[in-house]
């Protein structure tokens, strides 16, 4: 069965300094990665989608990195802002087809950047 | 452009009472899926569907159904709502092009309180 961990499960930086938040997973046969942003009460909004065949994938001041062989990824947020401040959430899909397309979803890390 | 929508926002039940919570997506996606958020327990599928028509089980259905007339609607019924439903339902949706195309798009989700 597939576990997805993110640790630490919080963490505050000062405005300015680069987030890196890890996501771990237990079975590196994954079909695609992704990493969420979710503001309280809010749903979760789809930050950067990594293929199984890719090792990293970018938008602005995000960077996803992913190594399958080792069953990691690690998010990177250059220059964080308070704006910044939100749940980060890694989800690892299976496969095309297994297990009813089921994401399956790390812990979150909850991130405050303090201006 | 909507997204996701989910209706309503916030809603108290009864033990034993029923209810729909209602999701629609304008994005023409073909693949749907609810979620429920707990704390501890992260993000798990209730169901899912990959086409008007065509609906499956996740990993925790008890207690749930659902429907698929059409693709754009997928309403989530409590069939005799219970205090371990209490719980923030989400719902997603994404399109079925490989790649890029698979983000999963989610709703603003719908915080339950069963007494």
């Known amino acids: 069965k597939q576990e997805v961990t993110q640790i630490p499960a919080a963490l505050s930086v000062p405005e300015g300094e680069n987030l890196v938040l890890n996501c771990s997973f237990t079975?590196?046969?994954?079909?695609?990665l992704q990493w969420f942003r979710q503001d309280p009460g809010k749903g979760l909004t789809s930050l950067l989608l990594?293929?199984?065949?890719?090792r990293e994938q970018t938008s602005g001041r995000l960077n996803a990195s992913l190594d399958k062989s080792s069953g990691r990824s690690t998010l990177y947020i250059a220059a964080s802002q308070p704006g910044d401040s939100a749940t980060y959430l890694c989800?690892?899909?299976?496969?095309?087809?297994?297990?009813?397309?089921?994401?399956?979803f790390g812990g979150g890390t909850r991130v405050l950047v303090k201006p | 452009n909507a997204g996701v929508t989910q209706t309503p926002k916030f809603q108290v039940l009864k033990t034993g009472q029923s209810m729909t919570l209602q999701c629609a997506q304008d994005m023409n996606h073909e693949y749907m899926s609810w979620y429920r958020q707990d704390p501890g327990m992260g993000l798990r599928l209730i169901h899912y569907?990959?086409?008007?028509?065509?609906?499956d089980q996740g990993e925790v259905p008890n207690g749930y159904n659902v429907s698929r007339s059409t693709t754009e609607d997928f309403p989530l019924r409590l069939l005799s709502a219970a205090p371990s439903q209490t719980s923030v339902y989400f719902c997603a949706s994404r399109s079925r092009v490989r790649g890029q195309g698979e983000k999963l798009f989610f709703g603003s989700g719908t915080q339950l309180s069963v007494l």
């Open positions: 989800a690892v899909r299976q496969g095309y087809k297994a297990a009813g397309n089921k994401l399956t």
């Open positions: 079975d590196s046969a994954i079909y695609n």
């Open positions: 990594i293929q199984s065949s890719q």
């Open positions: 569907s990959v086409g008007a028509g065509i609906t």
